[in-house]
């Protein structure tokens, strides 16, 4: 059966194209199929992180608009013969996206995938309420600081009554994925503790990703960091955060444990320097 | 039980509606300005496209029909949205850019609604009888209110089994109950007025409001901070209070 994620935030810049590709390649990495939707018409991005922007040459307002089929827009993945990406429109604004016809290119791709990640516009208005409105799951990606925060409550409060799920009375899975984390700056008090932001915001934890120069690293040669370098910290948090989506049951590990052991062992200095 | 007692504000807010507020300039009115600049400012955006009535009863009586202009500019140039007046004869705005706000002639209670009908209804229509309200007196909510989220209740009181987020609102004619943390603001007794309460599991809100008076975060201590509070009225002020 296929599932429909949204990858959101309300705010800007916290991480959601780079999960969506590390979750998609990730899900696909594990066997699965999956393609990727950018539904940041105008500024799209999707496409440099999976390194694939020489290849877009339909879009999905063109699929939307009836200018191209559906085959002819997907791009396969070079690397993970599973996934596959639906680029976003360049030239276009978000105005050129319908309801009906998103609804009517979701339920084409729901044939052929097990999993339709969309990566989310930032904001709530009309381009983050399309890319939310058919989801059966919803990732919803926030940084350790209050005014992330502050929006991901927001957009929670849109997916649970903006939703086809939500009007319908079906439930919508939400989960939280803490991204950029900075264990130092949790430490000294710099950033807000998760057990903080689980309290505020009440949802199920999917992982925590920590704040890694291997992410940029990753997103600048176009490939998602689960394929780029499998090893890092990042890319396994990305992995077990597509086992956690896919049933598994994975211990999650908060990279604040391991910093209070250092400045356990370091005392002071530690958290000084 | 830890108490702490608060001086009554200078500024009051009536709700009268499920959004108007109403406001009552008082003398002297430099003081009451900077009083509300003060607290407009320290509201947190609370006034921000809300809709204000001005109660002018007061400026009239004391400054006279000079006063009630000086006071409705210095109130439009606040960038409220002033869509109501009372307390003044329409005759006086008459043929001044506010002759178009609607006007409650000495305090005869009249709602948003009942203006809205008023003014999009032609006058020679019959007003639909008034219907019933439904007998229903309380409002459970059991799932957390998100930022952004309103949740407006004139019957009666409203049960919150959740946290309500910095960003949320509530507003009740009775007492507002919260079964987790309020972070974002609580304002009761729109009907019930002074009598009203509210409860909360955790307080860590940005405003609360009973009846007429209402306080900002910066107004009660850390004392309070995150503890299981009530807020009630006390001989005109606002009373806040630890359970534990
Ligand atoms: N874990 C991380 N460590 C370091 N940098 C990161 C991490 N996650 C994301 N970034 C960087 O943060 C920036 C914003 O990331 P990204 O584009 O994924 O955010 P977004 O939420 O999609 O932004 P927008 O709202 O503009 O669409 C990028 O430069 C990305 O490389
Ligand atoms: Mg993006």
Redesign the pocket.
């Known amino acids: 059966m296929s599932k429909v994620m949204v990858v959101t935030?309300g705010?800007?810049?916290?991480?959601?194209?780079?999960?969506?590709a590390s979750l998609g390649a990730a899900l696909a990495q594990a066997g699965q199929n999956v393609v990727v939707v950018d539904f940041?018409v105008g500024?799209r991005?999707l496409d440099l992180?999976m390194g694939a922007e020489r290849r877009v040459v339909f879009d999905l307002v063109n699929v939307v608009q009836g200018d191209a089929k559906l085959p002819q827009a997907l791009i396969r993945d070079k690397r993970v013969e599973t996934l596959y990406l639906l680029p976003a429109s360049q030239t276009r604004d978000k105005d050129a996206l319908t309801e009906e016809g998103v609804g009517r290119v979701i339920a084409e791709l729901r044939e052929r995938f097990d999993w339709i990640v969309c990566?989310?516009?930032?904001g709530i208005e009309k381009g983050a309420q399309l890319a939310m409105r058919f989801a059966d799951i919803a990732v919803v990606?926030t940084n350790p600081e209050v005014s992330s925060v502050r929006d991901s409550d927001r957009i929670i409060g849109m997916l649970d009554s903006k939703t086809l799920r939500a009007e319908t009375g079906e439930r919508l899975e939400k989960h939280l994925l803490l991204?950029?984390?900075d264990a130092a700056r949790a430490t000294k008090g710099e950033m807000m503790k998760v057990e903080d932001i689980l309290e505020i915001l009440a949802i199920p934890l999917l992982g925590i990703?920590?704040?890694?120069?291997?992410?940029?690293t990753a997103?600048n040669v176009g490939s998602p960091v689960t394929l780029h370098n499998p090893a890092s910290a990042?890319a396994r948090s990305y992995t077990d955060a597509a086992r956690r989506l896919m049933g598994e049951s994975v211990a999650i590990n908060t990279p604040a444990e391991k910093r209070g052991l250092m400045s356990r062992l370091f005392g002071r200095k530690a958290t000084a320097a | 039980m830890a108490v702490e007692t608060l001086a009554a504000p200078h500024v009051t807010l009536r709700g009268r509606t499920f959004m108007a507020l109403v406001v009552a300039p008082e003398f002297p009115m430099a003081e009451w300005f900077s009083a509300f600049d003060q607290q407009m400012h320290g509201a947190g955006g609370f006034f921000i496209d809300r809709p204000i009535v001005a109660d002018l009863g007061a400026t009239l009586e004391e400054g006279g029909p000079d006063a009630v202009f000086i006071v409705l500019e210095g109130l439009e140039a606040r960038q409220l949205r002033l869509i109501g007046v009372e307390g003044v004869d329409p005759v006086l705005l008459a043929g001044t850019r506010w002759e178009r706000l609607p006007k409650t002639l000495h305090g005869r209670v009249q709602t948003l609604e009942t203006w809205a009908d008023l003014h999009a209804a032609p006058h020679d229509e019959p007003s639909p009888a008034p219907v019933a309200a439904p007998s229903v007196s309380s409002l459970l909510i059991d799932r957390p209110v998100r930022s952004g989220q309103s949740i407006v209740f004139e019957d009666g009181d409203i049960t919150i089994i959740g946290p309500v987020a910095s960003g949320a609102e509530v507003i009740a004619g009775g007492s507002i109950h919260i079964y987790g943390a309020l972070r974002g603001r609580a304002i009761a007794g729109l009907r019930a007025g002074d009598s009203a309460r509210i409860f909360c599991r955790k307080l860590e809100a940005e405003l609360v409001g009973v009846d007429r008076l209402y306080r900002t975060a910066e107004h009660w201590g850390e004392a309070l901070h995150g503890r299981s509070v009530q807020v009630m009225c006390d001989r005109g002020a606002l009373r806040l209070s630890a359970f534990d």
Request: zero cysteines; charged letters at 20%; a negative charge.
């Open positions: 935030s705010k800007g810049g916290v991480g959601k194209t780079t999960s969506s940041d500024l991005n992180v990566d989310s516009p930032a990606v991204t950029r984390y990703v920590a704040e890694s120069p291997d992410v940029l997103s990042a």
